[in-house]
């Protein structure tokens, strides 16, 4: 298969979608492309992203993938890195759909052989989240808001699980909480991070030993009927630093509106 | 008595030829000396020997329970466990409204779907693999806790 088309084919596709490596991750597919030997009867499916087009025609882990628009995907073997040649088949057949053009899919599921189909241009539908209505505008008395330590934040921007040790002063409860209500206004937190060993490029031992005080504070101003989403971002280039604690520093990564009551 | 002195003066009679017969090396002493420093320098390096011994045998059994240790110590198949949460996520009922932090769950498992992707297309190692099913699993988990929490809700 030539690389370059197989490229342009995916800008093609990709046009439409906000991010997306492959033909198969825009649809919200995930497949197992590394391996022949789970691909004898066809392209094995690992998981679909909720929300994706994949999820909406009721693909799921464990699934299949037989064909795809009278394409078979079976017996197609390995390509000569040993990897399944029924991705690619997938990955060419679907950049070669035109966006409006409908895919049929065939799945094996449980000895059971079912068909899918759905408009392409679907894929075009992606997940995003406006900010906060008002962000940024002063903090209006009275009313509440939550803050959260819902850990969705994008690792793409170095950002990692947060814990708040202490809310105004107070252990914040109850345990296992992701969040809290706040009256609106200011609040002072104290917070710990909760990032992963393995992206301090450091040893274990090390890194542990010298976490063991790694609270900081953080004042936050929530808004009424705000969510503040809470974050511990690695600064990457002081991530050997634990001395002084200039690894990590405490944010509000995202406000979103969320009735509090 | 007498008989005793008699032995005495024999004795002392006798003495200075016997002595001047078994005259000592002049190296003797010294020789006595630095064998008796040899014994105890050798007997110091058996000593630190048995120790350097026993301490190696002491940080191998501590290593070899360690490596049982974490041998037996069950580790959590994060892709079996991402799987059988999104088989979970499917049972639930589609919310009617969006929620924005599902919203956000969501945008984030679609950008780490296409880096599991990605991986997977290039033949990653399972150990590069692994942080990012682990990963797709948090994500999954907080989606699920969303989802619930909406279904939980429009039942009230």
Known sequence: MNPRLVFASILLLCATTATAASPSSSLGLLVDSANAQTARDGLRVLGATPGSVADQLGLRPGDVLVDINGTSLANLGADADGRALAAATFNSSLADLAPTAPLRLRVLRDGV???????????????????????????????????STFDVAPRSEHLYGAKILLLDGVTPGPTGTPSFRVSAGTHKLLVAENIPTREMGVGSYAS???????????????K??????????????????????????????????EDCR | MSEQELNFRDLAARLPASATAHVPPADLWPRIVATHLNRRRQRRWRR?????????????????????????TPTID?????????????????????????????????????????????????????????????????????????????RI
């Open chain 2, 48 to 72: 630190l020997a048995a120790g350097g011994g026993a301490l190696v045998l002491v940080a191998a059994l501590a290593i070899t329970a360690g490596v049982w240790r974490h041998a037996a």
């Open chain 2, 78 to 154: 994060w892709q079996a466990r991402a799987q059988a949460l999104e088989l979970q996520l499917d049972a639930l009922p589609t919310p009617a409204a969006s929620n924005p932090l599902a919203q956000l769950a969501e945008s984030e498992l679609a950008h780490l779907d296409g880096n599991l992707q990605a991986a997977y297309d290039r033949g990653a190692a399972p150990r590069d693999l692994d942080p990012l099913w682990q990963r797709r699993s948090e994500l999954l988990d907080a989606l699920l806790s969303v989802r619930r929490q909406q279904v939980l809700l429009s």
């Open chain 1, 224 to 257: 009424p009927n705000t969510t503040a989403l809470l974050a511990a971002r690695l600064n990457t280039e002081k991530a050997a630093d634990f001395a002084h604690g200039a690894y990590w520093d405490p944010v509000i990564w995202r406000e979103i509106p």
């Open chain 1, 113 to 147: 052989f079912l068909a899918m189909n759905a408009p392409l241009h679907a894929a075009a539908t992606s997940a995003s989240v406006a900010p906060a209505e008002g962000a940024g505008d002063p903090p209006v008395g009275g009313g509440c808001g939550r803050i």
């Open chain 1, 208 to 222: 542990l030993r010298s976490r063991r005080d790694n609270s900081k504070e953080l004042t936050v101003t929530v």
